[in-house]
Antibody
Framework: VQLVQSGAEVKKPGESLKISCKGS????????IGWVRQMPGKGLEWMGI????????IYSPSFQGQVTISADKSISTAYLQWSSLKASDTAIYYC?????????????WGQGTLVTVSS | QSVLTQPPSVSAAPGQKVTISCSGS????????VSWYQQLRGAAPKLLIY???KRPSGIPDRFSGSKSGSSATLVITGLQTGDEADYYC???????????FGGGTKLTVL
């Protein structure tokens, strides 16, 4: 199993952004895949997940309406998208796979994508 | 403020044993499985324990987990300098309908 994320990004406040995570080595459509935020020097925050087979999506209440999680099952890739970035979005974002149903543990992690938002 | 409470730091000497606690409540730890993750400095987290006490393939039996009521515990025996890392507990919270993590515990091997 591998989750390979897109590279680091430097953006200005108000800009949009979409980062990606390509899954390989397993059947992409039948595992929940999602995103975890880690702000500088801080802990892990679960953002939400998507089931690629039918695009069913669950967001953490803390991130609902702030980001969009999507997936393209034809290319085994999940996405995390912002329409208008803020400086407080500066963080490392990890892609993660859940081994079972939506409430199950994360078993694999991507390498992380550093997003820096600064004017 | 994290939903799950962990001590900010723990320390022990090489070869010794350390215990890391994770305290929650009925909607999260009390009624759902707990997992534990190790995050080495500058790296992505790695799964150590899932379903309260199961170890993924490749995780040494020096790492063990348990759960009682609304609390969980990670025990690391035979400490090595390479175990220095941040450790996080995580579980599903049925009232939030979201996965939650503890604030993390920094392990120092003296």
């Amino acid at each position: 199993v591998q989750l390979v994320q897109s590279g680091a990004e430097v953006k200005k406040p108000g800009e949009s952004l979409k980062i990606s995570c390509k899954g390989s080595g397993y059947r992409f459509t039948t595992y929940w895949i999602g995103w975890v935020r880690q702000m500088p020097g801080k802990g892990l925050e679960w953002m939400g997940i998507i089931y690629p087979a039918d695009s069913d999506t669950i967001y953490s209440p803390s991130f609902q309406g702030q980001v969009t999680i999507s997936a393209d099952k034809s290319i085994s890739t999940a996405y995390l998208q912002w329409s208008s970035l803020k400086a407080s979005d500066t963080a490392i974002y990890y892609c993660s796979r859940h081994y079972g149903d939506s409430s199950s543990s994360i078993d694999y992690w991507g390498q992380g994508t550093l997003v820096t938002v600064s004017s | 403020q994290s939903v799950l409470t962990q001590p900010p730091s723990v320390s022990a000497a090489p070869g010794q044993k350390v215990t890391i606690s994770c305290s929650g409540s009925s909607p999260n730890i009390g009624n759902n499985y707990v997992s534990w993750y190790q995050q080495l400095r500058g790296a992505a987290p790695k799964l150590l324990i899932y379903d309260n006490s199961k170890r993924p393939s490749g995780i040494p039996d020096r790492f063990s987990g348990s759960k009682s009521g609304s609390s969980a515990t990670l025990v690391i025996t035979g400490l090595q300098t390479g175990d220095e890392a941040d450790y996080y507990c995580g579980t599903w919270d049925s009232s939030l309908s979201a996965r939650v993590f503890g604030g993390g515990t920094k392990l120092t091997v003296l």
